[in-house]
Nanobody, 119 residues
Framework: QVQLVASGGGLVQAGGSLRLSCAAS????????MGWFRQAPGKEREFVADISWSGSNTNYADSMKGRFTISRDNAKNTVYLQMNSLKPEDTAIYYC????????????WGQGTQVTVSS
């Protein structure tokens, strides 16, 4: 069992930055891919970014490339999402997740942290 706790959300003006954190507990997640997703009001949850266990491989949704950076600190069992040049359309609840099976579905999810970007 893995517990994921996301934090760092808040209210920011357009063009601003936020850094989200997702701390894992229950077991180490250093060997697994981790990711960030988001869900805006009235919309389906969408992929934001993910990162391999070593941090050497990352993937981003097209709309986040160049603005968001995913990273991880395996010693702290934590994954981060640095969000720059935020836009009002980035407003959503951001969730972190861990995938324990290669190529499988995302196994565990955090509770989400609210990000609100004002225009």
């Amino acid at each position: 069992q893995v517990q994921l706790v996301a934090s760092g959300g808040g209210l920011v003006q357009a063009g601003g930055s936020l850094r989200l954190s997702c701390a894992a507990s229950g077991r180490t997640v250093s060997a697994y891919r981790m990711g960030w997703f988001r869900q805006a009001p009235g919309k389906e949850r969408e992929f934001v970014a993910d990162i391999s266990w070593s941090g050497s491989n990352t993937n981003y949704a097209d709309s986040m490339k160049g603005r968001f950076t995913i990273s991880r600190d395996n010693a702290k069992n934590t994954v981060y999402l640095q969000m720059n040049s935020l836009k009002p359309e980035d407003t959503a609840i951001y969730y972190c997740a861990v995938r324990l099976v290669v190529g499988g579905s995302w196994t565990y999810w955090g509770q989400g942290t609210q990000v609100t970007v004002s225009s």
